[in-house]
């Protein structure tokens, strides 16, 4: 979507190697979130980021790490990655903590560990 | 713990056919309700709903809340194959670190055949 890039667009990877997906954004949103979508689940939460160095884990945070040290990247990175990492990853963007404008998403990654 | 209900999971219907998609939730501090439509990448926006019995409405799509019985229900008349996507119910929450993070439920599979 325009505003907001993620790379790479697909990743296949040994397991136990480190992973690390990028989101760029070029609209100065404060907040920026990271989802993994998986058949049966919908989006699931992993971590999000309220302002540059400031960021907190979501519900499946377990195995990734994240970093913002610039308001238009953040960084999502898989440390060891396993199979069960295996996912759809989104990153997505919103202008302020009131969700009345809702988000605007990347395109999304679909990495595999194999 | 905060959770989002979707019923049906899948749905098949013939082109010109009404369909009504469900969304119950369960969260602490709700603030609004929002609904997505994917098609094969990214989530778009279709609504926002913060207001029990105010019927949001685009073209053949509506939708509405009710804050009591906590759901809420997209409508798609007169189908088309277009509207073939995964639909996706989100909650947001008020205040505190919530940080406009959004709960997702496990989104609709629809499917219109010509």
């Known amino acids: 979507d325009a505003g907001i890039t993620q790379s790479p667009r697909h990743k296949v990877t040994e397991t136990g190697t480190p992973v690390t997906l990028r989101c760029h954004q070029t609209e100065n949103h404060r907040y920026m979130y990271w989802y993994r979508q998986d058949p049966g689940h919908g989006l699931r939460l992993i971590h999000y980021s309220y302002g540059v160095k400031d960021t907190d884990k979501g519900e499946v945070s377990d195995g990734y790490s994240v970093s913002r040290s610039k308001t238009e990247d953040f960084l999502l990175t898989l440390e060891s990655a396993t199979s069960s990492q295996t996912s759809v990853y989104f990153c997505a963007i919103s202008e302020s903590s009131r969700d009345s404008l809702g988000y605007t998403f990347g395109s999304g990654t679909r990495l595999t560990v194999v | 713990e905060d959770k989002v209900v979707q019923s049906p999971l899948s749905l098949v219907v013939h082109e010109g056919d009404t369909v009504t998609l469900n969304c119950s939730y369960e969260v602490t501090n709700f603030r609004s309700l929002l609904w997505y439509k994917q098609e094969k990448k990214a989530p778009t926006f279709l609504f926002m709903l913060?207001?029990?019995?105010i019927e949001k409405k685009s073209g053949r799509l509506s939708s509405i809340l009710d804050k009591k019985e906590l759901f809420s229900i997209l409508n798609i008349t007169a189908t088309q194959t277009g509207d073939s996507a995964i639909y996706l119910c989100?909650?947001?929450?008020?205040?505190?670190?919530?940080?406009?993070?959004?709960?997702f439920g496990q989104g609709t599979i629809l499917t219109v055949h010509p």
């Open positions: 913060t207001s029990s019995g």
């Open positions: 989100a909650v947001g929450k008020a205040g505190g670190t919530s940080y406009g993070k959004l709960t």
